[in-house]
């Protein structure tokens, strides 16, 4: 199986950057994603990694080493439309390729 | 295109009832996940279907949950004799598998209430 972990809750000023850090443990990782929801909302879609090192969108990077089990993700030039639970999910092909998901990151953009 | 679908949004029903929800996929999408989120916690997978075909269904997925997808496309999933445990948001996310490459994309989910 796999375990992910990730802090419950973080707070930043609107401007700022956050790193939120995501670790697991996973026997056939075949991939790390990254979702972000609204509250209420469904998941969407921000990032994958499943070679080392950066991945660069926008305001948004999303970093996997995979030889630590470590993923972050960096939002930059926070706005408050970017508080939001932040969910890290791993990819694990001895689990036919199917997600386990961390229990979210809620982040806080206070001006 | 307009992305996952789900039906409906929300639904308020009594314990001992039954419930069932429609999800339909990106249309060109092969994969079709339904997963459970309570609050707080990230989605719980469920079940999952390859076209038609349904491949593995979580432990979490007890003999009142059962779920379709009778022509690859659209799928349900119904729960019988709710109970008041069952209060979730049940998700769909639907993927096209390419060799070992897929991205979910998720429904915007219905929220269920079980009084």
């Known amino acids: 199986g796999q375990n992910i972990d990730q802090p419950t809750e973080m707070t930043a000023t609107e401007g700022a950057i956050v790193q939120i850090n995501c670790t697991y443990q996973?026997?056939?990782?075949?991939?790390l994603f990254w979702y972000q929801q609204h509250a209420g909302e469904a998941p969407t879609f921000l990032s994958y990694?499943?070679?080392?090192g950066l991945e660069e969108k926008g305001r948004f990077s999303s970093f996997l080493s995979r030889s630590k089990g470590y993923s972050y993700l960096l939002l930059k030039e926070l706005q408050m439309k970017d508080s939001a639970s932040y969910l890290c999910?791993?990819?694990?092909?001895?689990?036919?390729?199917?997600?386990?998901f961390g229990a979210g990151t809620t982040v806080t953009v206070r001006a | 295109d307009t992305g996952v679908s789900q039906d409906p949004r929300h639904k308020i029903t009594k314990r001992g009832q039954n419930v069932t929800f429609r999800c339909d996929p990106i249309?060109?999408?092969?994969?079709l996940y339904w997963y459970r989120q309570t609050l707080g916690q990230g989605p719980e997978f469920l079940t999952y279907?390859?076209?038609?075909?349904?491949?593995?269904k979580s432990r979490l997925l007890s003999d009142r949950f059962s779920a379709e997808r009778p022509k690859g496309s659209f799928s349900t999933l119904e729960i019988q004799r709710t109970e008041q445990g069952d209060s979730a948001m049940y998700l769909c996310?639907?993927?096209?598998?390419?060799?070992?490459?897929?991205?979910?994309?998720f429904g915007p989910g219905t929220r269920l209430l079980v009084l």
């Open positions: 990694n499943v070679l080392d």
């Open positions: 249309s060109e999408h092969n994969r």
């Open positions: 996310a639907s993927s096209l598998v390419l060799g070992t490459g897929e991205t979910q994309y």
């Open positions: 996973t026997s056939g990782f075949n991939g």
């Open positions: 279907f390859q076209n038609e075909a349904q491949l593995e």
């Open positions: 999910a791993v990819r694990d092909l001895r689990n036919d390729y199917k997600l386990s």
